[in-house]
């Protein structure tokens, strides 16, 4: 009960703690690229998950990458949508994601497919003299911007498109004439009126023509209906007020009518939304159909059970993905991770090691899971299978904290400092109020916050400490002129950074 109560306590602190840089709530970053093709200096906004609580313990994931047009009137939504459906308590609904959003500078060229004079009642002529830009505008994209972005982040194969309106117009742009770009496009109320209906006759023609396999995509749009209209009268209607969602019907019928094209489809009209509201619920829809697969569904007993269970459905439930996505996906080193050391800190062993083992098979370049691993060996006695661990994490990375457990096993010296060396380490830290402190007694840290157990800080490297009988757990000292002035807690979860609030030496 110490290891759970303590376990919740650094659980709650990092849920403080990772929402906030420097009282600031951050979100992403601004990057740019130079494009040739369109002759201008480009911006982009690009969210990376995980990015502030990046710890160097884990091996670098990687992620699938939303491409989204009008890039700054959607990317805090867009961003949150994905951060709440990839991070429901392990049941997540589709994965984590890169987001770059790409703000406009000429919206009308680069959105538009072809060249027009006006088009009434929707475009006049003050539009005609940049229309038509759309394909240069993919092919930035294709040819420039995604390059930049794989050659900057940590990205995998699978790519998304969305877009709304106009934004709409260049998603089907890009689907029928470069359906290989992206693995997913995502339509939002596209403006198919567009050059009286032309685009919307070639785009027809490309669903009846053209394969798409391997292809998704969600259409949804908005009731823009006058009133007293309704969807049943509208497609035989044929004033100019109705042009907009006549045309999508249009496409949602000639989407649904080509089953034989290879295109996964979904089309939604959303009676009670408007051309303005519905790209929120149009996306959080859209991110539930293409990732239909990606739930996992787990029960009381899943979590409860002793076994292998509980690994072995995220075995097999991350091959499925990795069959749908069309590379190999695994599941999550940190969440595996976090579910072994809570198993063995719980002492249900078989259930530990399955996590360990396939933190190995899937991780085998990352010193953390052989040390991980080495941990489930020390509490089971095994002592060869602990030090070739432990060895095998050296062997990777040199570390302080698997070179103490492997100098423990063998006999070695440990690490000892003076009760005056470790007066420096003494003080109160700051979770985003939540206070831990450490003191000196004897010639122990010993660390404890209000209401939850003390735990004994074991020398393990400079300025760094292993927690006596608590596996997966660490800390560091971040010091200046001999004082701390930060603590890390480095879990299982990730790594957290509280700051000194009160210097105190014994």
Not at 281 to 290: P, V
Not at 378 to 406: H, I, M
Request: hydrophobic letters at 35%; a negative charge; glycine letters at 6%.
């Amino acid at each position: 009960m110490k290891t759970l109560s303590f376990s919740i306590l650094l659980l709650v602190i990092s849920l403080f703690t990772s929402a906030q840089t420097e009282n600031k709530i951050v979100i992403g970053k601004i990057d740019s690229v130079y494009s040739s093709i369109l002759n201008e200096e480009r911006k982009v906004w690009v969210y990376i998950p995980n990015a502030d609580t990046e710890n160097g313990i884990y091996a670098q994931q990687r992620y699938p990458v939303v491409y989204l047009l009008d890039g700054d009137a959607h990317f805090y939504s867009v961003v949150g949508m994905i951060q709440q459906l990839s991070q429901v308590n392990g049941n997540t609904i589709c994965p984590e994601m890169i987001v770059v959003g790409i703000p406009n500078t000429d919206r009308t060229r680069d959105l538009t497919p072809t060249h027009i004079e006006s088009d009434p009642p929707f475009m006049d002529s003050t539009f005609s003299v940049t229309t038509g830009g759309g394909e240069n505008f993919i092919s930035f994209i294709e040819k420039e911007l995604a390059p930049h972005i794989d050659s900057m982040f940590p990205t995998s194969p699978y790519k998304m498109l969305i877009g709304h309106s106009f934004g709409g117009l260049a998603v089907m742009h890009s689907l029928i004439n470069h359906p290989g770009l992206f693995n997913a496009y995502v339509c939002i109320d596209p403006s198919m009126w567009y050059d009286k209906m032309n685009f919307l006759k070639e785009t027809q023609k490309a669903l009846a023509n053209k394969k798409y396999d391997g292809v998704s995509l969600y259409l949804g749009y908005a009731n823009t209906m006058e009133d007293g209209m309704n969807v049943r009268h509208v497609i035989s209607d044929t004033s100019q007020s109705t042009a907009h969602i006549r045309s999508i019907i249009q496409l949602d019928r000639s989407l649904k009518e080509n089953t034989k094209n290879g295109l996964r489809y979904q089309g939604n009209y959303y009676e009670n939304d408007d051309h303005g509201s519905v790209p929120l619920i149009a996306e959080y829809d859209a991110l539930r159909f293409i990732f239909d697969f990606y739930r996992l569904k787990l029960s009381f007993e899943d979590w409860t059970d002793s076994t292998a269970r509980l690994a072995n459905k995220h075995e097999t439930h991350f091959k499925n993905i990795s069959r749908h996505l069309g590379y190999k996906v695994s599941p999550s080193e940190n969440m595996m991770n976090t579910f072994g050391y809570e198993a063995l800190n719980s002492k249900l062993y078989v259930k530990a090691e399955s996590f360990f083992k396939l933190n190995v098979a899937n991780y085998p370049e990352s010193y953390n899971v052989y040390d991980s691993y080495g941990d489930f060996f020390v509490a089971k006695g095994d002592t060869a299978n602990a030090v070739a661990n432990f060895e095998k994490a050296l062997a990777l990375k040199e570390n302080p904290f698997s070179r103490q457990k492997l100098n423990e096993l063998q006999g070695v010296t440990p690490l000892m400092l003076s009760v005056i060396e470790l007066q420096q380490y003494a003080g109160e830290f700051d979770f985003t109020g939540m206070v831990v402190k450490t003191y000196i007694t004897e010639d122990k840290v010993m660390m404890f916050a209000p209401g939850q157990p003390e735990y004994e800080l074991v020398p393990a490297g400079e300025h760094e400490f292993s927690i006596r009988n608590l596996s997966g757990y660490k800390v560091r000292f971040e010091m200046e002129d001999g004082k701390p002035i930060a603590m890390y807690s480095i879990q299982p979860e990730g790594t957290f950074k509280a700051t000194t609030v009160n210097q105190k030496q014994k």
